[in-house]
């Protein structure tokens, strides 16, 4: 039986369009499942969206559109977009699929029987935007630092989850490896939080209706992270599914660095409570802007994934989301220097090298080499070298260095071309010819 491999993407939040941002873990992720294919895996990988909470009802509204049949055509152009990326997911979760509620009111079960869910007042500045409770002291000239709006003061009777018993149980699991975080600066990152003190968080909220009712208090809804989260295991027919139990726990969930402590802090805790497996790997990719600015519909710097592969091609722009810097840092996109990447590397890397060496094999030996006899041992080298560390940086997700390893390759061949000069060689009947080509 193969060795299994489940992977997955964070659930987008259904209150837009895909961008660039979205596509960007999509197809990294998708780029990995095929990677663990090839080693002859059983592969899941897993995407959805995110589809409950007070900002969707508010788009709804502004819409004027009820929130169900606002989210089913935002979830179907996360599927237009996904496909035109070819994108090949085994599934695609929805928080209002009859499944995944299922699955959260059973998790939530197991940590309402481990005595880890209690009643209490919340008061604090809250963000709707965050979905989340932000800190006075965290704020930039009054307003939430990440969305440039002031936060409301909320004062509400809530449900929390006893998160900080697990904090100790959940840093030692990181410490000691057991709870990979990659790379090493968001692990680090996650430990500052923890010894820093994370409060426990509320697990429902009282005045906000779009949500699954939460079982002990039909008042309350539950609240964006226990609901979210959980799709990671509803998605897998949780609790009894075969899927669940060929597959959990989940090998490698891949994330933006934004999402990094409610995946890294209170998933895992809310996992240890529920008396479930923890995921083995997560990795967390940097954020980037584009042209310096982060993406906004106001200033008009949205990169709509469609329209890359309208221009590019599916494979072209692929390569051209992951070849921008490495994942594992922030960076800026400059999307104006998309059409010069193409040609340098594409178009006049990959494609010139294999056009020159196709053409000379044919004109100069009606396309028939022998491999076997003639090897130019230097370049056999070369390649196996390539090989063995384009094979460790995809063990280890640096999608970037295994990219830039293959180029560092092509340009070495093209080197041995100009030396060679394989067209003097076939003028001059010389033997070598064989080699070179």
Known sequence: MAEKFYITTPIYYANAKPHLGHAFTAVYADVLARWQKIQRKDVFFTVGTDEHGAKIAKAAEKAGR??????????????KTWQALNIQYNDFIRTTS??????????????HEAGDIYEGVYEGLYCVECENFVLERNLKNGLCPDH????????????????????????????????????????NEILSIIGGGVPDFSITRENVKWGIPFPYDKKQTIYVWADALTNYITVLDFPDGEKYKNF????????????????????????????????????????FTV????????????????????????????????????????GDIKAEEFADKYNSDLAN?????????????????????????????????????????????????????????????????????????????????????????
């Open 148 to 187: 440039l709006i002031a936060p409301k003061k909320v004062k509400e009777k809530n449900h929390f989850f006893n998160l900080k018993k697990y904090l100790p149980l959940v840093k030692e699991k990181i410490t000691t490896g057991e709870l990979k975080i990659t790379p090493e600066s968001r692990r």
């Open 349 to 437: 890397g990959v494609g010139n090298l294999f056009e020159r060496a196709l053409t000379m094999m044919i004109d100069f030996r009606d396309g028939v080499v022998d491999v076997q006899k003639n090897v130019e041992e230097k370049i056999k080298f070369l390649a196996e070298k390539t090989a063995k560390k384009y094979e460790n940086n995809f063990e280890n997700y640096k999608l970037y260095k295994a990219l830039a390893d293959v180029f560092s390759f092509i340009k070495r061949l093209d080197r041995y071309i100009n030396k060679e000069q394989p067209w003097i060689l076939n003028k001059n009947k010389n033997e070598k010819l064989d080699e070179v080509l």
């Open 248 to 287: 959990w726990p989940a090998d490698a969930h891949i994330l933006g660095a934004d999402i990094n402590k409610f995946h890294s802090i209170f998933w895992p805790a809310m996992l240890i409570s529920a008396g479930l497996p923890l995921p083995k790997n997560i990795f967390v990719h940097g954020l």
């Open 98 to 111: 009859g499944k995944h509620k299922e699955g959260v009111l059973a998790f939530i079960k197991k940590i």
């Open 66 to 79: 009820e929130p169900q049949n606002f989210v089913d055509e935002i979830a179907g152009e996360y599927k």
């Open 291 to 330: 042209n310096g600015q982060k993406m906004s519909k106001t200033l008009g710097n949205v990169i709509d994934p469609i329209d890359m592969v309208n221009k590019f091609g599916i494979d072209g722009a692929r390569y051209l989301i992951l070849s921008q810097f490495p994942a594992g840092e922030h």
